[in-house]
C-alpha cells in the first residue's frame, strides 16, 4: 500500500453524523481519515492497514466499545484506542483505560480536544513503535557482536594459505631434490585444478593456471586418486606437452599425488625432473606419500581460513551497513523528537483557544478555587467513609466473634484489622477529617462572600432611589461591623450637617461597608479611623481615613478592577472597591484616593445632593 | 515500598493543596505540596519531581517565569497547569513558554484528574525508555566501531612442525 496516502486514523461509530464530523475535523488537522460504521469492517480494515490511533465509540449498537476495544490491540499492540464517551460520568472511560484504551474525550466533542488527544495518541504511538524497534535493533546487535567475537578468534589462530603453501613445497622441491615443483588446488565445483604454487625456473608462467579434471597428468590423478610415477614424459601419453610449450621449459620425469582428506580430492602435487638428471624412483615416491596427507590438510585448513576470512568481511561490511543503518535510526529518533515539539507547541497553539472559550466564561472563574477543593473535598469525604464503613463493619464482625467466644474467627479478624487500618491509615485520616470540614467551610464562606459582592455589583435598578441620609447609613454600618473595627482600630467621627442625597440606602451602605473594611484590614496592628462627612459644590463627602500600611504607587490604578487584591490568598476577593466604584458611578458620584506607604490612606466619596 | 515517581503540586492556596493530595493519596505515586514557587523549586531540587502540577499564577513570583524556569532546569518534568484564575495572558505565556503537557481548569474533577496524572507518567516512562534506548544504541555502535579498527584481519602464521595449518 502506498505509504503517503495510507489513513493513519480509523474511526468506528455508528453514527454517521459523528463519522462524518470527526473525519472533517481530523483531515482539517492533516490526518487522513477512514471511518467504518460496523466492527466488522472496521477490524478488516485494520488488519489490512493497522493505522496508529484508532477512534471508538463506546456505545456502537449493542455491541459495547470496551469489548471490541482488544481486538484492535490484538492486530496491533502499540496503536493507541482513543475512545468517544457520551457519558458525563468518567466510569465507562476508566474502564476503557483499564482495557487498554489511552485517552478518552466525552461528548459533545470540542474540535481542539480530539486534536490534541489524536495528537497525543499518534505521539504515544510513535514512541511505542519507535522503542519496540530499538529494542530489535539492540538485540540484533547484541548477536552480530557475537558472531564477530567467535569469528574473530578463529582467525587469528590460523593463517594465510599462499604464504604457507610456498613454504611447505620448497620444503618437498628440496627434499626429494627436484628442479621444479607445483600445487594444484581443487576449486570448488571438483572440476578444475588451479595453479597455486609453481616454484622452479619459469614457473611463473603456470601461476593460476587451471587444469580440467582428467586432462594432463594432474588431471589424470585428480580423476583417478592414485599417485602417478612417470619416468619418462615423453613416453606418456596422458602428459600435456602443452605445459612445457607454454612455460619454455622441459619436462623429463614428474611424480604426482593427490591430496586428499577424508577421501575427498583437495589438490594435486608435482615434483619434476630430478637435478642429478636420473629419473625419479619408486624411492621418492614413497616420501612424497610420506607427507602429502599434511599438505592436504594444510590446504584445507586454509580453504576454511579463506571461507572464513571471506565470511568475516562480509561480515563486516554487513557490520557496517548496519552501523549506518542504526546512525539513520538515531537521526530518526532526533527527527521524531523534534516532531514531538512540534506537535505540542501545535498541542498549545490549540489549548490557547480552548482555554480563551473558558476564560471568557468572566468573574465566575474566581469562585473556580473554593469550588474546586469544595467538590474534591466532599469526593475524598465520601471516600474517607467508605474507608471507615468497611473498618467499621468489620469490627462489628470482630465483636460478635468476641461474644460467640470464637477464638479463631477472632485472630483472623484482628489480623484483618490491623491491615486495613494500616492501609486506611486510619490515624492519618481521622486526623484530616476536621481539617477537611473546616476547609471546606472556609470554601463555602468564601463563596458566598463572593457571590455576596457580584450580587451588590450586578443588582441594577432594583428599587427607586429615596433620600438618603449619610450620617445615618454611616452609623448603621458601623455597627454592622463594629466587631471587625473594634478590635484594630479607634473610630473617630466627624458627622457635619449635611443635606441628603438621592440613591439607594443599602448599595451605599455596601460602598462604605467595603471601605471601612479595608480601612481596619491596613492596620497592622492598632490604629485610627476617622470618618469625616461635609458638603461642598453640590456635593456631599465621606471621607474615610486610615493611618495604616499605604497603598503603594504602581498599585493605586489597579485597586479598583475587579480581582486586585494584595491579600493572602483565599482572603481577599479584590472585588471590594470594584463593587464600591461601580455603586457610586451609577449614583453620578466619584471616588477619590490619596495614599502614602507607611502613612496611610485617605478614600473620598462624593455624591450628588442633587439640587 | 519505595513509590516509583514523585508528583509535585503547587498552589498558593494551601486548601487546595489540601484537597488535591487528598484525592491523590492512594495512587500509586508520591504526592509532594509546595505553597509557593520558592517552596516549589526548593522541592524540585530537593527530590527527583516526575511530573508538576501547578497553578500559573501566584502573587511573589510570576506563576510563567516559575513555569520557564522548571522546564529549563527540569527539561524532563511533565508540566501540567491546573487553574481558575480569569488571567488569559499570563496563561497563553505560560502554555508557550512553559512547555505544558496539558492545561486544565478549575473546579478539577478528581477522576479526571487521577487518570490524566496517570497517562502523563505512562508517557513519561515511554520517552525516558526512548532515550534509554536511543543511549543504548549509540553505545553499540561505538563499540562496533572500535571492533573494526581494533581487528586489522589475519597476520599471523601458526603451525606445527610438518607445516600444518592449526586451526
Ligand atoms: N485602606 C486601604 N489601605 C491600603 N490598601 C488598600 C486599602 N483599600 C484597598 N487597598 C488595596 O486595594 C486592594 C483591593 O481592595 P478591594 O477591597 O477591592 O479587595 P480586597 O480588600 O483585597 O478583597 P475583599 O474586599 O474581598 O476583602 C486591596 O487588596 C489593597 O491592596
Ligand atoms: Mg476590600
Redesign the pocket.
Known amino acids: 500500500m502506498d505509504q503517503m496516502s495510507a489513513p493513519n486514523i480509523l474511526i468506528l461509530d455508528d453514527d454517521l453524523f459523528a463519522r462524518v464530523v470527526y473525519s472533517e475535523i481530523l483531515s482539517k488537522a492533516g490526518y487522513r481519515v477512514s471511518a467504518f460504521g460496523t466492527v466488522a469492517e472496521a477490524i478488516e480494515a485494520f488488519r489490512g492497514n493497522p493505522t496508529g490511533v484508532v477512534l471508538l465509540d463506546l456505545f456502537l449498537g449493542d455491541e459495547n466499545g470496551i469489548k471490541i476495544l482488544p481486538q484492535f490491540l490484538e492486530i496491533s499492540p502499540d496503536t493507541s484506542v482513543l475512545i468517544i464517551t457520551a457519558h458525563a460520568s468518567l466510569d465507562t472511560a476508566v474502564e476503557a483505560i483499564h482495557s487498554g484504551a489511552y485517552d478518552y474525550v466525552v461528548k459533545p466533542i470540542q474540535p481542539e480536544d480530539l486534536v490534541n488527544a489524536v495528537r497525543r495518541g499518534r505521539e504515544k504511538h510513535d514512541l511505542r513503535a519507535e522503542n519496540r524497534r530499538l529494542v530489535g535493533e539492540l538485540i540484533g546487535q547484541v548477536h552480530q557482536l557475537e558472531l564477530i567475537g567467535r569469528i574473530s578468534t578463529t582467525i587469528t589462530s590460523t593463517l594465510e594459505l599462499d604464504p604457507l603453501l610456498n613454504l611447505v613445497m620448497e620444503h618437498t622441491q628440496n627434499l626429494l631434490q627436484a628442479e621444479a615443483s607445483s600445487l594444484m588446488i581443487m576449486d570448488e565445483s571438483g572440476l578444475e585444478l588451479r595453479i597455486a604454487v609453481a616454484l622452479g625456473p619459469k614457473a611463473e608462467k603456470l601461476e593460476h593456471q587451471t587444469i580440467k579434471l582428467g586432462q594432463g597428468i594432474a588431471g589424470w590423478v585428480a580423476a583417478e586418486r592414485k599417485p602417478l610415477f612417470v619416468p619418462d614424459t615423453s613416453r606418456d601419453s596422458r602428459f600435456d606437452k602443452n605445459f612445457d610449450r607454454d612455460s619454455g621449459f622441459q619436462t623429463r620425469s614428474l611424480l604426482a599425488a593427490p591430496l586428499l582428506v577424508r577421501g575427498k580430492v583437495v589438490g594435486v602435487i608435482e615434483v619434476i625432473n630430478r637435478k642429478d638428471g636420473r629419473a625419479f624412483s619408486d624411492l621418492d615416491l614413497g616420501l612424497l606419500l610420506s607427507f602429502s596427507p599434511h599438505i592436504a590438510v594444510a590446504i584445507e585448513n586454509a580453504r576454511i581460513t579463506d571461507d572464513l576470512k571471506k565470511s568475516h568481511e562480509k561480515l563486516e561490511s554487513r557490520v557496517n551497513e548496519r552501523t549506518r543503518e542504526l546512525s539513520q535510526a538515531l537521526g530518526d529518533v532526533e527527527k521524531s523528537n523534534v516532531q514531538l515539539k512540534h506537535a505540542q507547541a501545535q498541542l498549545i497553539q490549540s489549548e490557547k483557544l480552548a482555554g480563551l472559550g473558558q476564560l471568557a466564561a468572566g468573574v465566575a472563574h474566581e469562585i473556580n478555587n473554593p469550588i474546586g477543593y469544595i467538590q474534591s473535598n466532599l469526593n475524598s469525604l465520601q471516600e474517607y467513609f467508605q474507608d471507615l464503613l468497611g473498618l467499621i463493619s468489620r469490627q462489628t464482625e470482630f465483636l460478635s466473634a468476641w461474644k460467640r467466644k470464637d477464638r479463631e474467627k477472632i485472630s483472623e479478624l484482628a489480623r484483618e484489622l490491623d491491615e486495613l487500618g494500616r492501609k486506611t491509615n486510619l490515624d492519618g485520616l481521622v486526623s484530616d477529617l476536621g481539617r477537611l470540614v473546616d476547609e471546606t467551610r472556609q470554601g463555602t464562606e468564601r463563596v458566598s462572600?463572593?457571590v455576596k459582592?457580584l450580587k451588590a455589583f450586578a443588582r441594577a435598578d432594583s428599587g427607586k432611589p429615596e433620600p438618603v441620609n449619610l450620617n445615618e447609613r454611616l452609623e448603621e454600618t458601623l455597627t454592622v461591623i463594629n466587631n471587625e473595627l473594634k478590635y484594630k482600630a479607634e473610630v473617630v467621627r466627624e458627622f457635619g450637617d449635611i443635606p441628603r442625597v438621592m440613591g439607594m440606602p443599602g448599595e451605599l451602605n455596601q460602598v462604605f461597608l467595603?471601605?471601612l473594611?479595608?480601612?481596619a484590614?491596613?492596620i497592622p496592628k492598632r490604629g485610627e479611623i476617622r470618618i469625616r462627612t461635609f458638603a461642598q459644590d453640590g456635593h456631599v463627602g465621606v471621607e474615610?481615613k486610615?493611618n495604616?500600611?499605604?497603598?503603594p504607587e504602581e498599585?493605586l490604578p489597579?485597586?479598583?478592577?475587579?480581582?486586585?487584591?494584595?491579600?493572602a490568598p483565599g482572603?481577599?476577593?479584590?472585588?471590594?472597591?470594584?463593587?464600591?466604584y461601580g455603586i457610586v458611578e451609577k449614583h453620578k458620584g466619584r471616588i477619590e484616593?490619596d495614599?502614602k506607604v507607611g502613612q496611610?490612606?485617605r478614600?473620598t466619596v462624593f455624591l450628588p445632593t442633587g439640587e | 515500598m519505595e513509590k516509583a515517581y514523585k508528583v509535585l503540586l503547587v498552589d498558593d492556596e494551601v486548601n487546595v493543596l489540601n484537597a488535591l493530595a487528598r484525592s491523590l493519596r492512594k495512587e500509586p505515586y508520591e504526592v509532594l505540596i509546595a505553597a509557593s514557587e520558592m517552596e516549589g523549586l526548593n522541592k524540585l531540587y530537593v527530590s527527583r519531581v516526575d511530573l508538576i502540577i501547578s497553578d500559573y499564577k501566584m502573587p511573589v513570583h510570576d506563576g510563567v517565569e516559575f513555569l520557564k524556569r522548571v522546564a529549563a532546569d527540569y527539561p524532563d518534568t511533565i508540566r501540567i497547569i491546573l487553574t481558575g484564575h480569569a488571567d488569559m495572558e499570563a496563561a497563553i505565556a505560560a502554555i508557550n513558554e512553559g512547555g505544558v503537557y496539558r492545561f486544565l481548569t478549575k473546579p478539577w474533577d478528581d477522576q479526571d484528574l487521577r487518570i490524566t496524572i496517570r497517562l502523563a507518567l505512562e508517557h513519561l516512562k515511554l520517552q525516558r525508555e526512548n532515550r534509554a534506548l536511543s543511549a543504548e544504541v549509540h553505545k553499540q555502535k561505538q563499540i562496533l566501531k572500535d571492533l573494526e579498527t581494533e581487528h586489522p584481519g589475519i597476520s599471523q602464521i601458526n603451525k606445527d612442525e610438518t607445516g600444518a595449518i592449526l586451526i
Open positions: 462572600k463572593i459582592n467595603n471601605l473594611v479595608n480601612a484590614q491596613a474615610i486610615d495604616g500600611a499605604g497603598i498599585n489597579r485597586i479598583f478592577d475587579p480581582f486586585f487584591t494584595t491579600k482572603k481577599g476577593t479584590g472585588l471590594g472597591l470594584s463593587v464600591a484616593v495614599s496611610g490612606t478614600f
